[in-house]
Structures are given as C-alpha cells and as structure tokens.
C-alpha cells in the first residue's frame, strides 16, 4: 500500500488498531463474572468502540471514493478495497453479536454496500468535466439516501412512541390492579379480625355455658342427696 502520510493510510491504520482493541476486549469479557456491574461496563465499553468504528469505516469508504483517478494502480486499488472489505466483515460480525443495530444496517439504509468500487469504475476515463458532473450527481444520490434515512428515522421514531404509548398504558392497568389489590386485601384483614373477635365470642359464651349448666348439676346433685338423707 502506500506511503502512511496518505490520509486513507492513516485511517486504514486507526480503523486496524480499533479492531485489534475490540477484538482484546471481546477476549478479556470471556474472564469476567457472566452478571454484575463489572461485564455491562466492559459490555457497554465494546459497544462504543464498534459504533466508533463504523463511524472510522465510512471514512474509509469517502476517502477511497475521493481519490483522484489515476493517481493509484489498479492493483494498489484492489488492495485498498480488499483491506475495507475484510474490516468491514470483522466489524459487522462484531456489531451483529453484540446488537449494535445501527451500525449493522448502516449500509443497508445508505445505500452504500459496493458504492466505493463503483465511484471509481465511473470516474475512469472522465475529464475534469465529466468528473465534476460526477461529483454532483454523486452528491444527488446522497442526498436521495440521507432522505431515505431520514423516512426510516422518523418511521422508527413512531413506532417506539406507539410503543411508548403502549408500555403506559400497561403501566396504568397494572397500577389500577395494584390499588384494586390492596383495597381487597384491606377488606379481607378487616373480615378475618372480625371474624377472630366473633370466634372469641362464641368461645367466651360457650364456656360460660357449660360453668352454669356444671354449677346447676351440681346444685340438683346437692338437693337429691339432701332428700335421699332426710327421707331415707
């Protein structure tokens, strides 16, 4: 490749370096407690550094397609698309395992998939002319795909307030229940502490029942055998 004061080199080299970071990262989550505080930050760490390399691949993709036409060989070319290609691939395997969504589908919502090899099979030949005419009807079709983008936003956007929405709705019913739950628990300890002090009662009368009833059969004890002694 070229020489490493070339912009897309110093690039290339950051974008390279970055991967080999989260690739360590990746390797070091393996020694981590699998629940805890500790692994959502080394987690949340990862994620970062792979949008920060999304963010480095499409710089890569703009500086390839900038490069003025002939100024690199064609094999010096197809070096430069390979290497973008095989970061791409790490750092979309990357992405996809840990959900990095956005950057996932980056391309896919641009555009973008095989947009720098095609820049530079429609310049050649061109003069300056036909180049500027290129440049402009380049920067057409990003503004055709920033307003894609922009439907897809605004389309998510709805959903998650549909969402939204929803989850409060949700979270209304189950307050409701909550307080319906507590009201009939209220009730029910009223009725079982009316319950105990009725069945206290019903103990207290019983018992002072059957001491009369003891008393009487021994007081009807008493006077028969009174009578069996004064008559007998």
Known sequence: MASSSDPWMKEYTEASKLVDDISSMIADRGSLPQSGP?????????????????TRLDSLVTLLSRIPPKSLTDKEMHKRQDALSNLKSKAKQMGTSFNVSNFANREDLLGQGKKAADD?????????????????????EQDEGLERLEETVLSTKHIALAVNEELTLHTRLIDDLEDHVDVTNSRLQRVQKGLAVLNRRTKGGCSCMALLLSVAAIVLLAVIVWLLIKYL
């Open 38 to 54: 500790e692994i959502m930050r080394h987690t949340s760490a990862i994620r970062r550094k792979i949008t920060i390399l999304g």
């Open 120 to 140: 530079m099979s429609r310049v050649a030949g061109l003069d300056n002319q036909g180049i500027v005419g290129l440049q402009r009807q380049v920067m057409k």
